[in-house]
């Protein structure tokens, strides 16, 4: 990418920033601009704010609209993303000047890779911290994956209410037939690409880990199904042992409302040789697994779709160790193209930076303070 334009927003009314090929190092007190910037560019090529469900929390405060523009290039030659977000929540998506309807066109254009301190709780946090590292890495490589997502989560909403409607008497539940089928269908065709994923990152993130290790630990990820399906059979039948799992818990999830097993319950199960890390990896082993789980993303989206993505590092560098650090500069060089946000650079780089550009953010102002 060569570089970014923004107009009202976050605290940027006008900005043009110019991006370094390799690495671009956005420093800056607190609250001065720094993440809005990896923000937008997250934004640009996903279509979502890694922050936000509300766009218009992204006006400038008091404007009536957003833009950005982007300029990349692929492969495939140069490419502009040009969005615009009004205060009514209407959006406008141009792709090298051509209108483009709906946001799911972004996708496949340019990939990231957003890592980010919250991202440290991959492997210590919750579930769905892990099915969105899933849910976030697939969408920007497969459309279908995000139209099946998307319909999953809308039948789910639509399912659940129907539950309380039945729990209270005011529905019968032979309406939730139709629902189930759906569900099943768009549910066993997430769990399976899932499961798919994980088996792909895995050399991809023990290679990274053992590294890391300096040879020491061998990592594991495993894809936990809430209800259980084998890849090997068809599809049909997997979507038969899902509306069976529905029908047996039936009575359950009237009583509680909520549908209580499908993929918006799944979960990683990840491990250092044969030991569960989320319940005994000591801090460190369970930034490492983290760190890798992250990085595998990048050779993954590269195998997929023939080009590197993005890196954007918000935070992140002084949360590793020197050792971490110099492994993570090390793996990038010279082929992602990395952003990297510090309050003080000289906490996170040790040596001089060669081949970079030191942007310093200050009060919705970014100028660029050293090339390197
Ligand atoms: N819609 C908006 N309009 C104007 N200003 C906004 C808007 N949304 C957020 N801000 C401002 O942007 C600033 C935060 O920017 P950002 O999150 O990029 O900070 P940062 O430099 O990354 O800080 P930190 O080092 O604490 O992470 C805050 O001052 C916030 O008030
Ligand atoms: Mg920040």
Redesign the pocket.
Known sequence: MSGISLH?????QEAQVDFHPFLNI?T????????????AIFYTVTGKSH?TGFDT???????KFFRIILNGERFSGRVKIEISTRSDGKKILKVNGQPRKKLSDLIGIINAVLFSPEDMMLVKGGPSVRRRYLDIEISQVSSYYCHCLANYNRILLQRNSLLKAVREGKESDELLGVWDKQLAEYGVTIIRKREEVIKKLLPLAQKIHLNITEGNEELNLKYIPSINLDIETSKSSDEDNFLKRLKENRKVEILKGITVSGPHRDDIDIRIGNINVKAFGSQGQQRTGALSMKLSEIEFMKNETGEYPVLLL??VMSELDTNRRKYLLKVVKGKVQTFV?T?GIKDVFDTVIENSRIFE?Q??IINIVQEG
Not at 8 to 12: G, L, P, Q, V
Not at 28 to 39: F, H, P, S, V, Y
Request: charged fraction near 25%; hydrophobic fraction near 25%.
């Open positions: 009202n927003y976050r605290n940027y956005i800056g007190r607190n609250a001065q601009g720094k993440t809005n910037i990896l923000e922050r929390e992204l006006i400038f405060w008091g404007e918000d935070d946000t309050t953010a009060s919705g």
